[in-house]
């Protein structure tokens, strides 16, 4: 069995053609696909989290008003970018949406995407330390964030407070017991992806990999998902980690699909750059479905992973995503032997 869920990039566009044309319109839409997505048996609902564009930005409401709606779908975010974070803020934010979906959340963090701004971290108030990179103070955010989450008091405690204190120091509340252990790193390389085992972090691992070997991408991600493992077991960690992909896979089902993406998948690979680094991005799938099932089993990194995220194009609204979601739950996943 394999977890599958959607990931959302919580496009809105007043533009033609587009079913979400204001932020409104993606935020309540985003609700309804996570609620439709549960009734279909899909396992997960993620949102994409950048600033200064007309997408998702502020995914705590949101995550908090799917998990009032639902009950069963895990919840989670691809990934919050820690540059701009307070972490203690962050945890009274995870830890008030987690309670209120009964433990659901499963929340993807990292250092973040290129930019909509130049060093849009700045605007909100967050600069690095001297001797300092953004990639180091996003690792400083999160290592205060994943210490936190632990529940551990920290603060001394007003001798005259307004209500009475519990004895010794105090920590922040609310404290969602289980949260820390739902916490993924992020990782667009093998370096940064023995970092999160180190630091008891899941892996999600996206369509876009550092370079580092010049082979296709998915045998690249899969190298990664294996050394992240390994450092994981190295570690000593009690549990066993969760590892994520994710993956533009379209079944052609009918006509809008053929109109939309009829002209298939990226057939191969893609080279570009990511902040200076040569980076590889993995081919999209779309196909009538018997030749995705083929194709798919030559994907070494989803072979490896324990969970698929479907991104979704949710600009064309909720009815067609619900389509999409479900051509995969019921046409691709049985013959894969992840349903």
């Known amino acids: ?33 996570a609620i439709a997505a ?20 502020s995914p705590f409401p949101l995550l908090a008003a799917v998990g009032a709606r639902t009950r069963r ?6 990934v919050i970018d820690m540059r701009y974070e307070n972490p203690l803020y962050m945890v009274e934010d995870a830890g008030a949406a987690d309670l209120i979906s009964g433990g659901r959340l499963q929340l993807g963090i990292s250092r973040g995407s290129p930019e909509q701004v130049v060093d849009g971290w700045r605007y909100f108030g967050y600069q690095p330390a001297e001797g300092e990179s953004d990639q180091d103070m996003a690792r400083r955010h999160t290592e205060v964030f994943l210490q936190q989450l632990e529940g551990q008091g920290f603060a001394r405690p007003n001798p ?24 993924w790193w992020g990782s667009a390389s093998d370096a940064t992806a023995e970092w999160a085992a180190r630091m008891g972090m899941n892996l999600q691992s996206s369509t876009l990999k550092v370079d580092e070997t010049g082979e296709p991408f998915h045998i690249q991600q899969a190298r990664q998902i294996r050394t992240y493992r390994d450092a994981w077991a190295g570690a000593g960690h009690a ?3 969760r590892v994520s992909v994710s993956r533009s896979i379209f079944a052609l089902m009918n006509d809008m699909d053929r109109r939309y993406f009829g002209r298939g998948g990226k057939d191969s690979d893609q080279i570009g750059t990511i902040d200076t680094y ?33 991104t979704v194009p949710n600009i064309l609204g909720v009815d067609y995503n619900v389509h999409v979601i479900d051509s995969i739950l019921r046409h691709v996943a049985p013959a894969l032997g992840w349903r």
């Not at 196909?287 to 969970?307: C, G, H, K």
């Open 1 to 33: 069995m394999k977890k599958i869920g959607f990931l959302s990039f919580g496009h809105w566009s007043p533009e033609h053609g587009s079913q979400v044309r204001t932020a409104q319109d993606v935020l309540l839409q985003s609700i309804d696909l």
């Open 38 to 57: 549960e009734e279909l048996g899909a396992d997960g609902a993620y949102f994409r989290v950048h600033h200064f564009a007309q997408q998702l930005a």
């Open 73 to 78: 779908i895990e919840i989670g975010t691809g």
């Open 160 to 183: 005259r407070p307004m209500f009475p204190n519990p004895p010794g120091l105090l920590r922040l509340e609310p404290h969602s017991p289980g949260l820390r252990d739902r916490i």
């Open 239 to 241: 549990r066993t980690p």
């Open 278 to 310: 040569r980076a590889v991005f993995g081919r999209g799938y779309a196909d009538e479905p018997d030749r995705l099932i083929d194709q798919l089993r030559e994907d070494e990194a989803i072979a490896e992973a324990d969970t698929l995220l479907l």
